[in-house]
């Protein structure tokens, strides 16, 4: 039974918490720690079996019998306590981004590999069952080779005014799952990126420096192209959708629903709205990065996504912001070596 310490009691953290309490046999919490723990939280935590509850999540890291961590704090936290938690040689699972900062990131990947622990990083959508599909059908061969990818991210309604203020702008917050889909299903690095970007949904948005709507073209190092289209506001829904197509055909994968069911009558043809919440759409995914991350502790084993596959998606969202400002493609690789 591998004990884990959760850093962060805020919505994913309970989110990860919840996984493990229901679906990972294997894993056991053995505290958690947020410097604004509440008696609502420290209930939902007693309700969830958690003997532990902390303000400071150093009790978790001197805990000599907690063996992984979870860092499910606020992003501008993420690479110190990463850090913190390697040199306490404990495992760690962190959620994305590690950090804005190159340097930073840099730091942390740097000390995990002297210290030999392991350090997963939380890109769950490799673990929805849709996108799993299509990269199951791309490296059987059965499109071919990878010509053009589609990436359609939408979120159901805009964030609050704040998180958007600290969010490290649409590229790092949101596309940044899109450009690690593009890596995963394309199985190939992305060489160049061109983005333009609009204010159509709120414009406080703006105010605050950044775009809600957004298209990003990326050129691959196999040839292929990819294209993701953003969104801060879709009206029906959480729009989730990708395709790859190539010499021999495509793979395409649209929105969850409710229910398959569509109704055809002299009226019209209709079928339900995608789910609107993320939570409801990529549960199952979220649990299946833990299971993972946990039997890679368990057993020895090299974890899904590692500090490499956090670090890209980070040089590919800077090459973003980038081109937005400066009107032109950028190289990734040109962001790496500043």
């Known amino acids: 039974m591998i004990k884990v310490g959760i850093i962060g009691a805020g919505r994913i953290g309970k989110v990860h918490a919840e996984s493990i309490t229901n679906y990972v046999p294997n894993a056991e919490i053995k505290g958690i720690a947020d410097p604004y723990i509440d008696d609502e939280t420290e209930e939902w935590a007693n309700s969830m079996g958690i003997p532990n509850v902390y303000k400071d999540y150093k009790e978790i890291l001197t805990d000599s019998e907690i063996e992984a961590v979870l860092v499910c704090s606020s992003t501008d936290t993420h690479s110190q306590i990463s850090i913190e938690a390697a040199k306490a040689g404990k495992h760690i699972f962190c959620e994305k981004p590690i950090d804005h ?8 990947l740097n000390v995990v590999e002297e210290e030999g622990v392991k350090f997963q990083v939380g890109f769950n959508r490799r673990f929805d069952h849709n996108f799993k599909a299509v990269k199951e059908a791309v490296e059987a061969g059965k499109v071919g080779e990878p010509h053009i990818i589609k990436i359609t ?4 309604e805009a964030p609050p005014i704040d998180y958007v203020k ?8 949101m596309t940044i799952h899109d450009f690690d889909m593009v890596r995963y ?4 690095e992305v ?3 061109y983005a333009a970007g609009e204010v159509l949904v709120d414009p406080e948005i703006g105010e605050a420096g950044d775009v809600d709507t957004a298209v990003i ?3 691959l190092k196999n040839g292929a192209i990819a294209v993701i289209d953003n969104s801060r506001e879709a009206a029906y829904g959480y729009d989730q959708r ?11 994968v649209t929105n969850d629903r409710e229910s398959t069911a569509v109704v055809s009558t002299e009226k019209g043809v209709t079928k339900e709205k995608p789910l609107y919440f993320f939570l409801e759409r990529y549960m199952e995914s979220f649990a299946d990065e833990i299971k993972q991350f946990v039997n890679a502790v368990a057993n020895d084993t090299e974890v899904p996504v590692d500090g490499t596959d956090g670090l890209k998606p980070i040089l590919i969202g ?5 081109s937005l400002e400066k009107g032109r493609p950028v190289k990734p690789s040109q962001i790496a070596k500043n």
């Open 185 to 188: 299903l394309s199985g190939s």
């Open 153 to 156: 991210s939408r979120d159901p």
């Open 217 to 219: 073209t990326l050129k």
């Open 242 to 252: 990708a395709e790859v197509f190539g010499s021999k055909g495509s793979v395409k």
């Open 191 to 193: 060489e160049e990126v």
């Open 318 to 322: 800077l090459a973003a912001q980038k």
């Open 101 to 108: 900062d190159l340097d930073k990131i840099h730091e942390v």
């Open 166 to 173: 600290l969010s490290g702008g649409i590229f790092l917050d």
